[in-house]
Every structure is written in structure tokens, then in C-alpha cells.
């Protein structure tokens, strides 16, 4: 058995080792194009070095936005690695084996970028030294930089320590390699041979560890909510925060994960490792935390909205029914309810026999729905330049309903295709709770901002609304880029599922309890 | 996992070891210049006997910490400034806000002390209401600055040290009253604005990526003379003055007990019922002798 867990890649192995290696003109242009984004954003954040935060959308009264948007959602997703490593482990979720790895990545990576943004965010950057050299406790900016910095390192550690036996492996096996990898495996294999001492050591600290990451990770985004709760604004003033943003950050891992899984599993050919059955599984997962996120979301703007205090109104209504309804109403539907109802589908025995109905035939449905949807386009162009007719503006609103129902009925038509591609779907699912996450996350911020206890008078037009900038905007997609890059690297460095895990899993004498999936047997 | 008791121990010793660091940390500068929490706002952490203040509902004790000895803007911890704004007065006229900008060389956009156009409900006239920073007892900007940038002063006055500030914002969300502003860029300069060394007691030169506000002219006050905008106000609608001493003076020249001032006239803080203790008082707009203001646009956001 020890043998086996130290011996020779199999065949399976050696195509995930494969992967360290081979990267096609696909990988290239990836690279290229993150690499592209990141001097773009580079460009941008010297520009607002030079210039101020002048030239971002943010005033007076909306002194934060898009960068901290960007700093919850990458805390937030961070979550995952505490999620899947640490409970999965503790609850002997032995299916988690083959995803833990790239789950900590995930939170290796989003936790740097997300760390980040506070720093853009700044308005002198160069006196970030003064948070050690005068730095307060009472703030809450002191909260986060104690838990994050506690948490990165933890989740590195987490990362770090269970890949040492498959780095031994790669220093031993994979010689073919440049000379830096080899020494780079070398020196990080910390002369791993695999003894029963080493073992208990490794066994050792993974089991404390486990245990200590959790609350390490809720503390993380509890205090990242009381930057906003321990203020007095309408929206933000609110004891249920910190619970409702470790349930947003756990929905929005969790399918961050799924996302990462289909595309390894597509990209590195993992389809040894990373069955349906694990889509199912996560699957469940997402369901799960969404549902607490949707418990969550609904108690907090339930019970505001029941009262309609004073101070309450003005966002409240902007969220519901104003300036914001849109983007509200998007990430409570298509960034909970849609994926919810994707990730159900595969489980769902009568969907398959929609198919038969004449009218739910997915081409012609998807075809009239393009159709009304660029006749809706083209009334809008030209309603635009004449918008003071009356009968323009009544003909868009049916138009709207008409796209809005046609769309309804592509959705009825496209559900047999979900139920045959249950990871497309998921995939699908996976990428609309992380839109949404970020979309919430602005909802949050935002039109609290825009309702202050004073009316915001005698400010020119553009200081009353918030609207981000093309510098914002750069440097968000440059953080993503950067997100991705370190994300990309790490699994062209180490190989994106454990192997020593995913063996001792496969020789363990006793048969882990599984379900009937045929699939599942396979991994 | 397999943890034997001793490996389990020592591993607590060392995450305690571990959670202790960034209080000795924060001790090590407490030495050298943060000041200890007071529980009256004083310095030495002594209570501050102000025998002419009435104990009660006014006297509050203070979250905040006290301004160290070191830094450059003491305050006299005997003064405990205190503003009354009499509502009944104000036409809007604006002179103090112009006042303060031209004194402090205020940057474009921002409105130290902001006349607001105010309704307090469908049936009663809108009036004019300056707002300016209310220099709170139970300051939420301070709590929540990372670095010490604002502190409460002995004398009750919320500084800013823009030399400090790492322009984070926190304070502006903080700030129930829409009080401080930022230098979003470099602000425009003067050779007047650039004459005097940076002390926060008057607040300039400004520079950019920092928080700003309006201070109660302490470089003023000090040399005796009223605030910018007591200064400036026609209708003599702003007093200024000691609630150690129970006197308040306007720019008519009168002056008058602070205590019969806000106790016989009805006197209110601003969002009282948000617990920031304000050391800006207002006097009700009634019988009041100059015309309204038209009524504020409803589309302007906030929430009167």
C-alpha cells in the first residue's frame, strides 16, 4: 500500500503531470491577453497616482465603490478554501479529495487580489506604513488587516503543507523538466521521503489546521461587513451582517469552485479525477448555501422595509423599486434563483419529456426570442431620437414583456438541453452566483451611499449618482486578470488535484459510502 | 489526526504567542505618541473638573481618545467650545460658508459649514439649516480612522491632521452629517494658502488624497477672535463660545449665557436620536422674520 502511495505515476497521473508542462497557443494567448489586461490596468492606477482619485466616478457622497465592491467579492470568494479543505475534511467528506487543491488555490489567489483593493482604493498610498506605525484598534481597517493577514497565511499554509508529498513526487519523477523546477521542487519537497514520521507530522497539522481555519475564515468576512455595519447609515447599520456576508461568501466559493472545476476538467482533460458525481455533489452544496444566502438576504431587507423608517426609505426604495431595481432584482434572480433552479435540473425526471412538446422545440423558440430582442434594440435606437412620442414609449414597454416572456419560454425550451449537459449547466450556474455575488456586493455599497441622512444639495449633477469610471473599470478587469493569472500558474507548477490524496483514497481498505452513481465508482 | 495533548499545547502557546503580537505592537506606539483611551476625553486620563458645567445629560463619557501631549494640536483642556445656530435667524444668505472657504482656502466643491434647504415634514415651512462639522462627544470618525488622523480634542474639538491621513474614507462614511470632505485631486493653490507651515489648528496648505473638515478656526480662537463664520453671519444667527464658562457670543456682539440661550429656547442637536452627542446646538425656526426657502427638491436624494 505504502508503495503504491509513493510509487510511479499511474496513467491517469501522467496525464494530470502532463498538464505542468504542455501549454498550447490557447495557453498562450490566455497568458497574453491576462498579461495584456494587467499593463492596461497598471496604466490606469498611474494615472490615478499622478491625478488622484479625481478621475474615478467616486465624490464626496460616494466615497467608495467599485474597489471595494472588488475587495468583498474577493474576499468573499476566498471563503472556498476554508469551506471545501476544512469542513469537508472534518465531516470525512471523502469525495472532497481530488477539488480541495484547487479550492485553496482559489482562495490563495483571490485573497492577494482582494487584499489589494484597499490598497487602490487609497488616497495616499505611500503612508500605507502608518496602519502599523499608528495603528488603532478600535478601527475596523485594523480587524481586517489582522484577519486577512491571518487568513492568508493560514490558507498558504493549508495550501502548502498537503502538496509537500506530491512536490517529493515531482522532484523525484519529473526530471525531464527545466533546471529551476526541479530546484524549486527540490527546496519546497523539504526532504519529503514519505516516513511514517513525516506522515504523522503532515496528518498532525492538517487536523489542527482544519479546525483552526474556520473561525479564521468566518472572522475574515464578519469584519469585512462591519466596515460597513459599525457605521450609522441606513443599509449598512444592521446587526445581521456579518452572518449574511460569510453565507454570501460561502454561496459565491463554492460555485467559484464549480467554475474551476469544468474548466480544468475541460482544459487538463481531469476527467479521471473529476466526475459528474462531484458536480453533483457540489451541486448540492450551491444549493444549499444559496438558500441560506436567500434566507439571509430576505431577513435583512424584510425587516426594514416591514417598518419604513425614516432613515430607511430613501434606499430601500432605490433598491426595490428605483435606481437600483435593476441590478437588485438581477442578482436576486439570475444570481440565486436561476442558479438554483440549473443545479435542480439534472435531478429532475419529467424535464426530459418536454422535449415532445411542438412548442418548447429549442431552435425556433431561441430564433423568435433573438428576433423580438432586436426589434426591442431597434425601437430603442430609434426611440432615442424621438423620445417625446408617447406611442413609442407605450410600444417599447410591450416590447419589453414580449422579451421578457419569450425569454421565459427559451428557458422552458432550453431545460431537456441542461438535463443532458448537467456540468455545462452547472458551469453555467456556477458563473451567474459569481456575476450576481458582485453585482449584490455593489447593491450593497452603493445606494446607501447615494441616501445619506442629509440631502445631498447644492452638488453638481454627476456628484449626486455614482458611476465608475474607465480607470475603475481597467483596474477591476486587471485585478481579474490577475486573479486568473496567479490561479493559471499555480496549476502549471503544481498539478490542480492531489495525487498522494487521491491514492490514499483509492487504496484505503475500507469503501467509503457512496451512492448508487455509476460515475462515482470511477474516480 | 492523531494529536498528542503536549504537541496540541504547544501549538496554543504559540497561536497566543502569535494573537499578542499586534498588541504589543500597538503598546509600543501607544509609547511613543497614541494616546491611552480617557474616559472623560482628558489627557492624563484624570477627570476634567469643569465646575460650571452642569453634571448630567450633557456631560458624556467619551469613547474617544484624547489628543496626545506631542501632537502638534493640543487644545486647552479647560475650554469646552460649544455653537448655537439660531434657525430662526438664517436667511441663507451663504456668508459663512464663504467666510470659512475664503479663510481656511477651502478646495473647490467642498462646503465646510453647508446651508442646507430643510422640511421637516408636508405641513411645516421649509428653513435654511448650516450644517457645519458638529465636533461630536462620541465622535464616529474617530472611532473608526486607523491611524489616529482625527482625534477628539480636551477643548471638544474633532482635528484633522492631514499629514497623517491615508486618505481610506472611513471617516466620510462615518460621518451621519455629511460633514467631511476629500481632496479627490490637488487642490488649487495661493501664495496666501502656502505662506503658513501645515498645522492642523488651521488646516492648510491642503494637500491631495486626504479627509478635511471644518475645525472651529482653533488658530482663530486662540488668538481670541470668533470663528470664520460667527464672524461673518448679517444676521448674527451663529454663537460661539466656552460652555465651561456658560457663554456664547455672536457677530452682533452679544453675549449671552449658554445655558438660558439652548434651555429657554427649545435648543436641539441634529440627529440626536443617533447618540453622537453634537457640541453644535440649533434654536427652533419659528417666528421667523425672513422669507423661506423655496421648498428643496424632492429628487436630491436623502432622506427630508
Redesign the interface.
Known sequence: MRAREHGPPSEGEVRLLASLTSGGPGFYALLGLLLGLIAWGIIAYSLQLRYGLGVTGLRDSMMWGVYITNFVFFIGVSHVGALMSAILRITGAEWRRPITRMAEAITFASLLMGALMPVVDMGRPERLLNLVLHGRLQSPILWDILSIATYLTGSTLFLYVPMIPDIALLRDHFADGPAWRRRLYTVLALGWRGTKAQRRYLEAIMGVMAVLIIPIAVSVHTVVSWIFAMTLRAGWNSTIFGPYFVSGALFSGAAAVVTAMAAFRWAYHLEDYITESHFRRMGYLVIALGMIYGYFTFAEYLTPAYKMALHERGYLMAVFAGTFSRLFWFTQVVGVLLPILLLTLPRISWVPRLQRIPLLQPRPVLAATAASAALLLATSVAGSSTAALGEVATARTVLVWLVAAMGGWSFLALLPVFHRRPITTAFVASVLVNVGAWAKRYVIIVPTLQNPFLPIQNAPPVWRTYKPTWVEWSITAAALAGFLLIYILFSKLFPIVSIWETREAASEPRTPVREEAPDAQAM | ????RR??LK?LTA?GGAAAF??G??LL?RRKG?PALAADGSPTGRLLQLDRVPAGPGSVALAA?AEPPERPSPGPAQRRWVMVIDLARCDGCRACTEACSAMHFVPP???WI????MRDNPAADPYWFP?PCMQCDNP?CV???????TWKRGDGIVIQDTS???????C???C???A???????PPHTPEELSRPYSPDWNYPHR????EKCIFCPGLVKEGKLPACVQACPMGAIYFGDQAEDAVTNSQGETVRFSELVGKNAGSRF?EE?G?EPRVYYLPPRNRVYAPPPE?AAT?????
Open positions: 489526526m492523531r494529536l498528542s504537541a496540541f501549538f497561536l499586534p498588541a505592537l500597538n506606539t497614541i481618545p466643491g467642498q462646503e453647508k446651508v442646507y434647504t450644517r464616529p472611532k473608526v480612522c486607523p491611524v489616529s488622523a497623517r491621513c491615508i486618505g481610506c474614507r472611513f466620510i462614511a462615518a451621519p452629517y455629511s467631511r470632505y476629500f481632496n479627490w485631486v490637488e491631495k488624497g486626504v479627509t440627529l443617533l453622537t428643496p436630491e436624494g436623502g432622506h427630508r
